[in-house]
């Protein structure tokens, strides 16, 4: 999605469809219009550990941050719900 935006900013297409999160960095040269309610479009995103591999510590402390309730607030406030 990211590169169809930057086809968008640098005029080589008129319109697309991209993700919110997106659109935050680059909204001061672009017209963003939202889509109504009934053609939002829902994401799912997939985290997961490899049961047949070593989890690594770090991996396993990102892990349990992504489902604690600040990593949930954190994911919110990046457009992520």
């Known amino acids: 999605m990211a590169q169809v935006l930057l086809k968008?900013?640098?005029g080589e297409g008129d319109g697309a469809f991209?993700?919110?999160t997106d659109v935050w960095n680059a909204k001061s040269s672009l017209t963003v219009i939202e889509l109504?309610?009934?053609?939002?479009?829902?994401?799912e995103f997939y985290l997961a550990l490899l049961k047949e591999?070593?989890?690594?510590?770090?991996a396993r402390h990102f892990y349990d941050f992504?489902?604690?309730d600040t990593g949930q607030e954190v994911l919110a406030q990046h457009?992520?719900?």
């Open 53 to 58: 591999r070593e989890i690594k510590e770090e």
């Open 36 to 43: 109504p309610a009934a053609y939002q479009v829902t994401s």
């Open 66 to 68: 992504i489902l604690s």
């Open 18 to 20: 991209v993700y919110q």
């Open 8 to 10: 968008v900013k640098l």
């Open 79 to 81: 457009g992520f719900y």
